[in-house]
């Protein structure tokens, strides 16, 4: 039976994935990326991984198909070159053809945040559906839209990054540049500088109690859920905004795109309905009628291992 | 030598375009549409205009290869059906295949605004960009993205409505039930309600005068234009404000589709500078440069024509 790897690359840790032709996971493993010891130490590291993965599972290295890799960064998918990554150091590096030599294996490489929806879409939380937006609410936020199995890219592969959308009566100083953008607000970090902020100017809130244990305690997204679920009135704020925010944002998405589904993923998507009501409301109210009808709206399935899943169906669609 | 028919059909007037192989428009036709005398007369009619525009140019009916046809309402193209045109009383119409049985020719249907942004993008204002966004600011707005020679569809190919983006601080209620559109700003019909409330509750402008001497006389864009060249400040203040919303929305779409091209077509684009001076500083306010260093802004070129010739373009693609 074919066989396919899966690879998650991020600059702390990689994980190498192994797949049935069903991609279905079947084992994983994980070891710190070492991106300072440089380029050739992360992809020959990564190659012995993969034989590792193989040996572990019994599987032949003949029965393996191909292999995917999503990584940080700005990448073009169709040469497998890594435009740049500033966390991994590379800069017009041809990822692919390096790891290919290194396994023999043919590579396809992609974004990370595309891989995940990517997975999302052929193999998780929105399959079936013909048109998929994904976004990707973790410390900052990224989308990417599926088009019946075609990932969408744009000019120079930049499309989709609907967390630098500056919104309407938001100014906080965005890590791009622009003031006020989706991720300022709807992020993990957006969503606990939210809180920081109405802390710091006295505002009443249960969630002050972390810090008078600790002055020097960070606020985090999931303390807001917390108080929000012990009634805190300033979380249920913070949540109601944030929804808002960025239900506002996404029905720009819903009228441009008209996906069939939109799939929610990343770190701060665990705040669920706290965050998805108020965030559908504002969706419907801002979109014609055919659009919400026709619209399904899921947290994403994968979690942790939507990276690897994706990548993986990913590679597989290409040597189709 | 290979020749090629166009078709802009709209709820008043059809045109049939005679085209050569380099989708050069050679010939066109135009007739009122008579849609009150049904389906079948449109469709007969528009065959015997081919017959015609064929016989007018000496062209041999073998040397025809294939008819585009760009109509209002909601099109499925790759089915060929009109799935909604209300003002030609279409529902679920076949209109591809019956046109292909009276003409003995491959046809091709889409959306008129979609066909319009295809030839602005193949063979007009866009040519030689790789991913065009165009919009039309005609009575309403529509909008439209070709990747790579292919247009872009979503769910239900209801993507690229633009229009229908509800603007903050915009309360007009809109033809499609929401508020605050910015069809009801940056449209001629938008530009011109702006200048008619602000004279109605007893604005100055240049613009009173032609109410002086016509009271129920209709203050249009192209007068909101003029009194921009005479120095009106009211006009200068609807054109700045109307550029402004204009790149508001637009700096999503830059955001979303990374276009490398935006072309601006439909009878309010010949407000020109006036609207798209304020509008150009509006979405290089609101993207991350490395969208904006890459992207060309131009209006239409093809104007009355854009339908036919893209029309004609679209035959041939799906033809090649």
């Known amino acids: 039976m074919e066989h396919w790897i899966g690879i998650d690359l991020g600059g702390t840790n990689v994980v190498v994935g192994l797949l049935n032709d069903e991609m279905k ?4 493993i994980k070891r710190s990326t070492g991106a300072d010891q440089g380029s050739e130490f992360v992809l020959s590291q990564i190659a012995e991984m993969v034989d590792e993965v193989l040996e572990l599972n019994h599987v032949d290295k003949n029965d393996l198909r191909g292999i995917g890799m999503g990584s940080p960064g700005f990448i073009d998918p169709i040469r497998g070159v890594c435009l740049l990554a500033v966390n991994l150091g590379w800069k017009d590096y041809p ?48 989308g990417a839209f599926v088009d019946h ?28 540049g622009l003031k006020g953008c989706l991720e300022t607000v709807a992020s993990a970090n957006g969503i606990a500088r939210q809180a920081r902020e109405a802390l710091a100017v006295g505002r009443a809130s249960l969630m002050q109690q972390k810090l008078v244990n600790d002055p020097q305690a960070a606020i985090t997204a999931v303390d807001v859920s917390k108080a929000y679920d012990d009634g805190d009135e300033l979380a249920i704020e913070i949540m109601n905004h944030t929804g808002k925010v960025l ?14 589904c939109i799939v929610i993923g990343g770190g701060a998507a665990q705040a669920g309905e706290r965050l998805f009501a108020p965030m559908r409301e504002e969706i419907k109210n801002n979109v014609i009628s055919f659009y919400w009808d026709k619209l399904t709206i899921v947290p994403g399935q994968l979690i942790d291992d939507g990276g690897v899943i994706g990548s993986a169906s990913y590679a597989k669609s290409r040597l189709s």
């Open 25 to 28: 996971l079947i084992s994983k």
């Open 95 to 142: 990822v692919a053809a390096r790891l290919q030599e290194l396994t023999g294996k043919p590579v396809f490489i992609d974004n990370d945040v595309r891989m995940y929806v990517y997975g999302e879409a052929m193999n998780g939380a929105s399959q079936g559906h013909d048109c998929v937006f994904g976004i990707t609410l973790g410390t900052g936020i990224a």
């Open 149 to 176: 199995g075609q990932l969408f890219y744009g000019g120079g592969f930049m499309a989709g990054e609907v967390g630098h959308i500056p919104m309407d009566g938001e100014h906080h100083t965005c890590g791009c």
């Open 247 to 260: 239900g506002k944002a996404l029905a720009s998405v819903v009228t441009l795109f008209s996906p069939d």
